[in-house]
């Protein structure tokens, strides 16, 4: 799940914990943190730390994203300290977090490409979307993968009224349902007819995580076509008004 503090942080970087990354959460954890510097000292930290890759542009889009943080406020400086002591047990880790990379990047290999069109694909979101819903013919049709992922709306009731607010299900598999979750993340943040359907869902006064779920919950009908065809995501802007 993404922090509470900064929820839009795993959205800047490919890798969020890349070198370029954990530079940027060593040195400044958290959004006020990156507003207490200098912009243009910001660029010069991350173009060190990606050799060059990243400048000026990527540290005004890390400056927006501290500006407009929907993250909490409250506890940040412990939270701050926790992120270092994380960082520390993290890179003390990284040997056998590279060789786990790589067992899963060599068992991506080994599934159909066409899964790696889907927006906010990864090797490890794959590989774990694959593991849990292959064979795709056991789902008849998407609304049972929905209700497989726990993502398909329930309604309160009691025996005087129905409670209008739905909540989702939260049955079936929590391992796809974080998967989809994490998916859906990454692709509102990327450019396409999932993040338009996410504004949509947004200036409908939805909360962020109500349009992330909901962004989730037509990625699995986007999975279920796909996977059922064989074939390459091909976005469909047509249908964003479902």
């Known amino acids: 799940m993404p922090h509470p503090v900064w929820p839009e942080y795993e959205s800047l970087f ?31 930290m991350i173009r060190v730390s ?4 990243f400048g000026p542009i990527k540290a005004q889009q890390i400056h927006h ?25 993290f890179e ?3 040997p056998i977090r590279q060789q786990l990379e790589e067992k899963i990047a060599a068992l991506a290999q080994t599934l159909p490409q066409y899964l790696f069109t889907l927006p906010g694909a990864s090797d490890l979101n794959i590989a774990s979307l694959y593991g849990e819903i292959d064979p795709i013919g056991t789902f008849k049709e998407p609304s049972q993968l929905v209700a497989f992922a726990g993502l398909d709306a329930t309604v309160f009731q009691t025996g005087q009224y129905d409670n209008p607010r739905r909540h989702i299900s939260k049955r079936g598999s929590p391992f796809l349902r974080r998967t989809l979750w994490l998916m859906a993340y990454r692709a509102v943040y990327q450019e396409g007819d999932l993040r338009e359907y996410w504004l949509k869902k947004k200036a409908q006064n939805k909360h962020h995580l109500v349009a992330v779920t909901a962004v989730a919950r037509k990625l699995c009908h986007i999975i279920w076509r796909i996977m059922t065809d064989q074939r390459d995501y091909l976005p469909d802007r047509q249908n964003l008004n479902s």
């Open 14 to 44: 490919t890798n969020p914990f890349g070198s370029t990354g954990r530079t940027l959460l060593r040195h400044t954890p958290t959004p006020q943190d990156v507003l207490d510097i200098d912009v243009k000292e910001l660029a010069d």
């Open 50 to 53: 990606s050799h060059g890759k």
């Open 65 to 89: 994203a501290a500006q407009q943080s929907v993250g909490m406020q409250r506890g940040v400086e412990a939270i701050g300290m926790g992120i270092g002591c994380l960082l520390d047990q």
């Open 92 to 94: 003390a880790l990284d």
